[in-house]
């Protein structure tokens, strides 16, 4: 989606009814997304805006470039890479009020520092299980071993 520099996802719409409105209309993502991040979450939070993510680690990061990085485990997300202007950004964004919760520490797998957030799911869902850090090596060695994405927009995924 082509935000504005700046802007939230939610500046197209008139107020945030509207903007809950259409995301609510999109497919539900279930499963991993990624957002660089140079810092280590350390309590729950609600989200108050919705917060950007790419399914492609290598998109989330630029190309593996960021100091570290996110990693969500989502239940409730939005895809919306068929609205971006740039769909092999795969992107998927968390809603506003999404619960989240560290469920690790900042730590270095595969030479990138990762920490996973899960986002908790609504009461009738049960809550998706955290991939085991010799998961996340395996989604690392893949990513680097596949070639260079586009950056079409720095810091879209994070900093």
């Not at 939230?8 to 993502?29: D, I, K, R, V, Y």
Request: proline letters at 8%; charged letters at 20%.
């Amino acid at each position: 989606m082509g935000a504005a520099k700046g802007k939230g996802l939610g500046f197209m719409f008139e107020n945030s009814a509207h903007f809950m409105a259409a995301m609510m209309q999109l497919p539900t993502f279930e499963g991993i997304a990624w957002r660089a991040a140079s810092f280590e979450l350390n309590a729950p939070f609600d989200s108050v805006e919705p917060i950007p993510l790419s399914r492609d680690l290598r998109v989330a990061t630029e190309n593996l470039r960021a100091v570290g990085v996110h990693m969500f485990i989502t239940s409730n997300s939005r895809d919306i890479s068929a609205l971006s202007a740039h769909p092999t950004d795969q992107e998927v964004v968390l809603l506003p009020g999404a619960r989240l919760i560290p469920a690790s520490s900042m730590r270095v797998v595969e030479g990138i520092r990762v920490q996973s957030i899960i986002e908790l799911p609504a009461s009738d869902h049960p809550l998706m299980p955290i991939p085991s850090d010799h998961e996340i090596e395996a989604a690392v060695k893949a990513a680097r071993a596949r070639s260079e994405v586009p950056v079409y927009q720095k810091g879209r995924f994070g900093a």
